[in-house]
């Protein structure tokens, strides 16, 4: 199949999104038509760079170009103020300038940690994103956010900045674990129910394919997922370019999120990694929308059925309910009461911003597994 193009239009800035297999070559022939100097710098999960970093140098070697490569562990304990300091220093170090490309290679930590170097040094450096996970090509490398965490906090420090290219490479995807997979279904699924009745209902038709559950990720599954890849960044980018800044419309991209946040942080992050979480606040958006917004009960069935089919979790079991949603209260962004995304139907959702604490609690009560 082709490579498959999307272009993400901001004011005053196109960053193009490339989607199929074996992209890698498509980068030195990217720095020969934009006449980016040949030096450039990789900033690699060192899990990932065992894996590929061979191929990709191979690939930049053949064509004039020496990539130099820094290493970071792998893990969200990486996303921190440390880590940017010592690539600040390895930037000065190396004399990188404003037209040295940085390239982020990994998941959802590399793109949010080097996106944030990228967006502060000397005031932005052209920037690649190369994600590796399901979750970092589905979400984090699209819509130009940046990130790191404090001890008070996860992504507490941040900017919103567009790299100039994206390439996403389904061949990354061969070497994922389980886990991983379906944390980058769960926000899929999430994109797939804001997409609507049609969206929907094609993943609900090939999730019977496209579990992989007790099967290693393999060469045929990262073409099966390809098309619903493609869809959820296409979907992602069209609410982006409404609103870049997530002074409105974007807030919408975090259905099942305020849920899924109280849940992972009153797990100590350590409970539900992120993509369990959001599938167990999709359901909670889902109970929450019946009550509030008339959300039809058999659709919240869909939505379990689909999820669990995805062997992803719908309940939450041993948390205790009232600490999430003091969770989710400590979590909320400058506004009083705590803010949801509620589905009206698959496909409709509204920003709802009072909701009786009751209502809330009782449906995280419905969500914990007895
Ligand atoms: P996320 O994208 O879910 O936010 P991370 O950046 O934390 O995730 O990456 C999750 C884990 O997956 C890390 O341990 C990382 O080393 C590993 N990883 C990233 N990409 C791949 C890949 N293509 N194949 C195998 N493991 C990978
Ligand atoms: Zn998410």
Redesign the pocket.
Known sequence: MKTQKLTLTLPGKKVEYFLGENLLPVLPKFFKKTNTPAKILIIA?S??HK??GKQIEKIFKSSGHHPEFVLIS???SSKNLNQIKNLYEKFCQLKISRNTSVAAL?????TDLVSFAASTFMRGLPLILI???L??QAD?AVGGKTGINLKQGKNLVGSFYHPELVLLDIQ??R???QK?IR??MAEIIKMSLLEGEKGFQALEKASEEIQTCGRKASEEWSKKIRPYLYAAVRKKISIVEKDPYEKNERMILNLGHTFAHGIEAAGEYKTYS??EAVAIGLVGACLLGEKIEKFPPEQTRRVEKLLSKIHLPIRYKKLNPIQVFDQMALDKKKTETIRFILPKTIGKVVICDKIAAAQVLDTLQMLKED
């Open positions: 999960d899990f990932v894996l590929y792998p893990g969200e990994g998941g959802g930590v590399m994600p590796t996970t979750l970092a984090a990354f995807l070497t994922l674990s991983e944390n980058g992120h993509g």
